[in-house]
């Protein structure tokens, strides 16, 4: 049984709000009770990961169009160049790439990496809490980028994966060095 009202969502017995946590959408257990008061078949850390609530706060994280992703476009389109953005290519083995930024006719591929989904070595931490679910996620995404490099490069594209926390104008430094 799940109803779904403005920026609440009823399901079962966990009531979150999602979106309304200072603004910067996260879920938040709005039921009143104390963490050691909860169901025990709910998480020691609050939400359920596959609750609707947590559902909504991981569908509201951007997969593009993020703040350093921006800045860079935004930059690189003021020094005058012309990119595709997130477009999808199909290597020869099959392995399918969406780049941040796409220079189609020097084949150069740029990735906009978030520190924390994509595992920086200098600020990708490990989550404290759900390490089961997490662990793997992350994981995963680190073994989709390297497989995404290496089927890139073997078609011929020059990869260049820059961290969110690297200065923008290094970026367009680094970018018009390979073009």
Partial sequence: MSTTCSNTCQSDHVRTRVGTARGHGHAVDDTGE???????????????????????NMRAIRRTGTKPELALRS?????????????????????RARPDIVFTKQRVAVF???????GC????????????????????NIERDEDQVTALTSDGWT?????????????????????
């Avoid at 930059?75 to 392995?95: C, N, P, Q």
């Avoid at 089961?132 to 992350?138: E, I, M, V």
Wanted: net charge positive; hydrophobic share 35%; glycine share 8%.
């Fill in 34 to 56: 104390h963490p050691r008061d909860v169901d025990a078949a709910r998480p020691a850390h609050g939400i359920d990961p596959t609750s609707e609530g947590r559902r909504r």
């Fill in 75 to 95: 930059a690189l389109h003021r020094a005058g160049y012309r990119f595709r953005k997130d477009l999808l290519i199909r290597t020869e083995s099959g392995v």
């Fill in 112 to 118: 906009v990496d978030g520190c924390f989904w994509h």
């Fill in 121 to 140: 070595p200098e600020h990708g931490g490990s989550p404290r809490r759900n390490t089961a679910y997490w662990g793997p996620k992350l994981r995963r």
């Fill in 159 to 179: 990869v260049l994966r820059i961290w969110e926390h690297v200065p923008t104008d290094q970026a367009v430094a680094d970018i018009t060095k390979l073009l």
